[in-house]
């Protein structure tokens, strides 16, 4: 039997050490069992978090325990979280409330010795070739997501062809993000796993577990640093994209010292920089990777921020709290509030996009608690329009070269229709239902705008590949819950018709 090296035994002990200390005394066996039998599977055994966040009081402190039992109840909207009303009584929902509320024994520890033990580096430099091991445009592949049975499949956008499908980390998050020239790609998952992918070789290089409970992933505009975002331990960390050797943990706290999720990580590729949004302070920091060091700024503002959309040249971010009904619109250069959004719907600013209507830019974005689409003037910072859709939606796309945009209806009874707006009318001119009572979702087209591919979110699923000009079908692949498609151009070339 081959040996495991020492940094495998220790990463295994140290997680073993991890779990014995979650145990909480006082706690009754039957909020226990009712955890077991209807949150672990999401949440984990531990309340560490896995498909769901994690589950302790110093995760949940925006969310009050009334209120947590109101989502307990009914379920959250813009989550995965379903209501358990018409399973458990308020007693039970109760028991429940105070569990997740009560502190664990001994909070675990996830630091530079944890994650040095747990790297491990699959395929060395030298074995790896540097000619793609296909015949296809690098720059316009696709990796799709498959959540349904945690893999993830390399489409060829021209021929429309799956090259090769792989096995993925548990409950990937954040989608997967490219290196400049497209060839690595980097996966997040929320356990903390960091997975480094090479596309021309087809086989996961490196991995190493980064966090205990992660949001994302994001990659510095020079190809050389990660930044990953923890919502457990309440951290941002470097990591050296070449062979993911942690570099440098950034304790997520304010100025007071207060202690915070980091919501989401962001690159600002032409200010050198990434951004990182706070989910329990109010502050937006920025981390400059092209000076040495990492300095950090802070950017102090009057609310949270747990969501962002950034202008073309990244000199503004729009963001959006959670709990809010409004967005911010912040000048980074200047480190302030400039404009305030009338936004009642919840917005999904990270699924937002632009392009120019009637020669000026604009931004749209679908809303997670409303039927409706916003268009916002990103000179005046002011809404132009709400184009009503069947229900509040998840993701919006479109492509520069492309006159449509795609908007799903991600939530409630219409979540199987997808509307397509004229961006020159801001009108709906088509809705299409691809798998009738299934959720279609989470469109992306092609480098060249030839073809848009939409999801079938269903364990049963497929993507649908639309011609991009007519929008008739073209063909269907089945596929495993298929979550997200990223097209390696429109995602390093920044197309203004998807999320960077």
Known sequence: ?????????????????????????????????????????????????????????????????????????????????????????????????????????????????????????HHERSELSDTPLFDADPLNLFIVVELGDHHAS?????????????????????????????????????????????????????EIRAGINTRN???????????????????????????????????????????????????????????????????????????????????????????????PGYRHLIGAARNANNAQVVNLDEGLKVAELDLTGLPHLGSGISWEYRGRPVLATPNLREGQVSVIDMQEWKIIERIDTLGPGFFMRSHGDSPYAWVDVFFGPNRDAVHIIDKNTLEIVRTLRPAPGKTAAHVEYDRHGRYAILSIWDDDGAIVIYDGDTLEEVKRIPMKRPSGKYNVYNKTRLDPGTSH
């Open 154 to 206: 390399l489409l060829d956008g021209d021929s429309l062809e799956v090259l090769t499908r792989f096995p993925t980390r548990y409950a990937l998050h954040g989608g997967p993000k490219y290196e400049p020239d497209g060839r690595f790609v980097y996966f997040a998952s929320r356990d903390g796993w960091i997975s480094k992918f090479d596309v021309y070789n087809m086989k996961t290089v490196a």
């Open 217 to 311: 992933v994001a990659v510095s505009g020079d190809g050389r640093y990660l930044l990953v975002g923890n919502y457990l331990p309440h951290s941002a960390v470097l990591l050296d994209a070449g062979d993911l050797t942690p570099l440098k943990i950034l304790e997520a706290r304010d100025a007071e010292g207060t202690s915070s999720r980091v919501s989401a990580v962001y690159t600002a590729a032409p200010r050198e920089s990434f951004i990182v949004a706070l989910r329990d302070v109010a502050e937006v920091w920025e981390i400059g990777y092209g000076t040495p060091g990492f300095p950090l700024r802070r950017i102090e503002l009057d609310d949270y921020l747990d969501d962002f959309f950034f202008d």
């Open 1 to 121: 039997m081959r040996k495991l090296p020492l940094r495998h035994v220790v990463a295994a002990l140290l997680c073993a050490v991890a779990l014995l200390l979650i145990s909480s005394p006082g706690l009754s066996a039957e909020a226990k069992r009712l955890y077991e039998q209807h949150c672990a599977s999401c949440h984990s055994a531990d309340r560490l978090g896995g498909m769901g966040p994690a589950l302790l009081p110093e995760n949940l402190r925006r969310l009050r325990p009334d209120a947590a039992t109101e989502v307990i109840a009914d379920g959250r909207i813009a989550t995965q979280m379903p209501g358990f009303s018409h399973e458990l009584d308020a007693e039970q929902i109760s028991l429940l409330v105070d569990f997740i509320y009560e502190p664990l024994a001994e909070m675990p520890v996830w630091g530079m010795a944890e994650m040095d033990a747990s790297r491990v580096v």
